[in-house]
Structure formats: C-alpha cells, structure tokens
C-alpha cells in the first residue's frame, strides 16, 4: 500500500470515527453499534 493510500484510508477512518462518535446511543444502537464498536467498525470501513 502506498503512502498516498495509507493516509486517505486513515483519513477515511478518522472521518467516519467522528460522524459515528458524534452519533447519540440511542442511535448508534438502531444500527446495532456501541460506542465501543466505532473504531472497529471505522478501520473495517476504511480499508
């Protein structure tokens, strides 16, 4: 993987860290997610 690659696959995963962080719980538990999924979930979807 390039370095480009690895910084916008970082970047994907900081951006979707925040907008799910930025989620209530009750809302997070409506997509089946816990607050401590996110990062999980955020590094799953970046790559």
Known sequence: MSI???A???MRSRR???ELA???NDALA???LTRHDI???ARR???
């Open 4 to 6: 480009l690659n690895t």
């Open 16 to 18: 979707t860290m925040h």
């Open 22 to 24: 930025s989620l209530s």
């Open 8 to 10: 916008r696959s970082w």
């Open 39 to 41: 990062r999980r979930v």
């Open 30 to 32: 409506d997509i089946g």
């Open 45 to 47: 979807l970046a790559n």
